[in-house]
Structure formats: C-alpha cells, structure tokens
C-alpha cells in the first residue's frame, strides 16, 4: 500500500500547507515516514535560504508531527520531486493546488502537470483548503475496464482492507456509451475485488452529460479518497492521465491519488 514513505512538495503558500496537512493525515494512518521537500533552482544561493525559511515555516505548521525536513535543487519543481522521490525511495509524491483555484477543488499548477505526466511513484494531490479529518472513510476507484484499472482494482481493495474502510468503485456514463455494458464492467471489477481480497466494493454508475456533473451527482463524504489509474499511453512505471481522467481529478472535491502503471 502506499504511504510507506511520503514526499510532500511544499511551497510557503496555500497550496504547500494543504499538501503538508495531507501528507501528515496519510502518514498518519499507515505509520509511514514523511519527508517534507523544497525544491529551489540550481546555483542560487538566495533561493537556497528562501527554501530553508519555507522548511522553518513548514516544521512549525507539523509541530510535533515526525517527519525529515531536505531542500533541493532542481531545474524545476516537479522533475525535483521525482528524481528526490526516487533517491529517498518514497512511495508517494503530494502536492497541493496553487492558490487562486476554486476553493474544495483541485487545480493543476505546473509541478502537478509534470508529475501527472512522468512520475514515476504514485502522487496525490489535494484540493485547495483541504482539511484533514483523519483516517479515510472510504475509497473510491474512477473505474473504466481495461488492465491498468483492474489491477488497481486489487492494489485499491487491498489498501481499504488494510486501512479497515469501505471501497467503492465508480463509473462514468455520459450517455455516450453502453449503460449495460458498463453496469457489467462494474460487477466484473466487484468479483476482482472480492476474489483478490474478500472486499464486497460497492459500485454506482456516475451519470450527467458531462464529468462534473457527473460527479457532482454522487456522495462525497469527508474522508473520502478518490484513485486514478495511470492512462495506458503512460510509459511503464510511469504516471500519465487522459484528457477524461484529468477531467476527473479537476473535479473532485477530495483528495485524488494516480497510480503509475504497473505500480505493484
């Protein structure tokens, strides 16, 4: 499951503090490490002080919350944060949306866009003013049949089964498609998730004539935690969302975690 080891990129902004109030609520739950990274340009020794003050404001912000504080140069944020990810061996990359966004909505800034696309540990991003309320109370896998989302299937059923928390998967119908054939594809995606864990998922069918009214057309409690699987144009091991999926993550008004294909 992921959140063994934590990555958050944050920024001395609202978006770096709700990343950084994200990353803890994960460790939280799974016990994990948290490392807590600034990126800063190379060569820049002005920047490089301005990313140790932000780690200050960062500690202050945990309190007493464990958790390893790094500054590190980088060309640019996102391509810090994968390549700082690998090194430390995290398992998970969260970041917030940039001020100015919709508030309870997440926006995708630049260091967003470049891990959405190439990197190669899970990431999580958090809607902005995102407020924790402790461990998950469920969590919900965007499902649509194809391999790299049956095989979160199974990741997702075995963390809500560790985590002790209901799982439900959901499927978009923009009346553009086959109802049937979805409803089918969802009771398909239940029996993965039952035979691989013992997990009874709960499915729905997601509808409106678009994403986010269809969205907008089912429950989203506090707590919830919402799971994209990697597009299957995403190189292997690597993170890449589809014009859809992006649609599903601007959308959502809780925090969103993409799997990288063939996450294991």
């Not at 944060?81 to 940039?98: K, Q, W």
């Not at 999580?124 to 969590?139: D, H, N, Q």
């Not at 594809?185 to 729905?204: H, P, Q």
């Amino acid at each position: 499951m992921i959140g063994e080891h934590v990555v958050v990129g944050y920024t001395h902004d609202s978006g770096g503090r709700d990343a950084l109030a994200l990353g803890a609520a994960i460790t939280g739950v799974t016990g994990g490490e948290l490392t807590v990274a600034t990126i800063h340009p190379q060569e820049s020794a002005g920047r490089a002080v301005e990313a140790q003050a932000n780690l200050a404001h960062a500690a202050e912000q945990l309190g007493e919350v464990p958790a390893q504080y790094l500054a590190f140069e980088s060309r640019g944020s996102g391509r810090g944060l994968s390549v700082l990810a690998s090194r430390i061996r995290a398992d998970l990359i969260v970041v917030g949306s940039p001020p100015g966004g919709p508030r309870g909505r997440i926006a995708i800034g630049s260091t967003a866009d470049h891990l959405l696309h190439l990197s190669p540990e899970a990431v999580m991003i958090a809607p902005l003013g995102y407020e924790p309320v402790g461990a998950p109370a469920r969590l919900t896998l965007a499902y649509v049949r194809r391999p790299q989302a049956d095989e979160a299937v199974e990741r997702v059923a075995q963390a809500a089964l560790r985590l002790g928390v209901p799982m439900r998967l959901i499927t978009l119908d923009l009346r553009t498609e086959d109802s049937g054939r979805l409803r089918d594809d969802l009771a398909l995606a239940v029996r993965l998730a039952w035979e691989s864990t013992g997990i009874e998922a709960e499915a729905e069918t997601a509808e409106g004539h678009d994403v986010s009214a269809a969205l907008a057309g089912v429950e989203w409690p506090p707590g919830e935690l919402l799971v994209c699987a990697a597009s299957e144009d995403a190189q292997p091991h690597r993170v890449f969302l589809g014009e859809v999926a992006m649609k599903v993550l601007r959308a959502s008004s809780c925090p969103v975690a993409v799997l990288p294909r063939g996450f294991s």
